[in-house]
């Protein structure tokens, strides 16, 4: 029998009306002769709720600790679900991450997928009950909770898709797929009805913030058809797969813009080989990931200014480290400012046509926007700007690409 993996998000399981209606939706699946493991998050707000309580009693709580904590939204949601199934008269069973053996890395907060053990699903599923399994939540080696990063109820969706050999991983929210840009932003944004899984993993980490990029990284590696759909319709959603041909022709797929990040700078770094390596591998080890980096000369020949981009949640551990680093190794000060945004055009259209990164620069300069940084990779061009004219970036540039929705005749 096909299996099908449907992971619904916070606004989905918001109350207990929209839990009744995750159930319906799981139980017409299972009708229409799918077996079915559904993988629920933390009712909206809550994790964000959990995360707080544990601020207010530590300024900097243990990770471990925290995991615990913020683990727990999954654990009341699968809970949920499965009586809301079992009250429309169909058979369901729970199950937490240690339960299925989600074994992760031990990498609290963040963790990653190690592996999972299917066997307890496949006799669930053979007992005819439909899975709930919670989303974000882990286990390491030693037994400990870990959690999987912000939005990790997607990642856990794919990862079971994938070891499940799932035929497709449905993904529901709270909007009906995945749009050409931010449609709060841009009014004009369209709705995708394919998107190559490449160009899924630029709008995701560039902050399209409707998929968490792991699970895309996931869905790409081991090809699993992942759909994004709204809970609350019937449109058919957006289908993440294969680059094809028809993808290729469109030059810009979509704009994202990230406001997430903060920038530091290093001055005045001694220019000699090992010390981007020593920073850079000092900051990975503390899991701090980096992105936009440009080096440029200082004043002297004999020095650098190092900048680069975090995620604001990193801000305070970046800093700490750099100054510590900054003190070791003799470099000038370290700065850091947060009022910046990324602004970035995707497609595998870009590949093979010319002009594209040219052609963005002009409309933002014929925007009056000033770029502080440009980086590019083969389907992508970003920008870094200042925060406040992120908005008008992002139009400017939906028009320009051609990618406004026709207005409604
Ligand atoms: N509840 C977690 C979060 O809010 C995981 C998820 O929703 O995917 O980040
Ligand atoms: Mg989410």
Redesign the pocket.
Known sequence: MALIVQKY??TSVGDPDRIRNVARRAIAARKQGYDVVVVV??MSG???RLLKLTRELSKRPSEREQDVV?SS??QVTVGLVVLAIQEQKAKARSFLGHQVRILTDSAFANARIKSIDSERLFASLKRKEIAVVA??QGIDEEGNITTLG?????TTAVALAAVLHASACEIYTDVDGVYTTDPRICDRARKLDRVAYEEMLELASLGSKVL?IRSVEFAMKYKVPLWVKSSFSDDSGTLITEEDEAMENVLVSGIAVTRDEARFVVRNVPDKPGLAAKIFGTLAGLDIVVDVIVQTPAHDDKRTDLAFTVGRLDLEKTRDCLRKLARQIGTGKVEHEVDIAKVSIVGVGMRNHAGVAAKMFQVLADEGVNIRVISTSEIKVSCLIDEKYAELAVRALHTAFGLDAKPAS
Do not use: I, K, L, P
């Open positions: 998000g916070g998050s933390a809550e994790t964000n913020v939204g999954e989303g974000f912000r939005g990790g109820s997607d968490q």
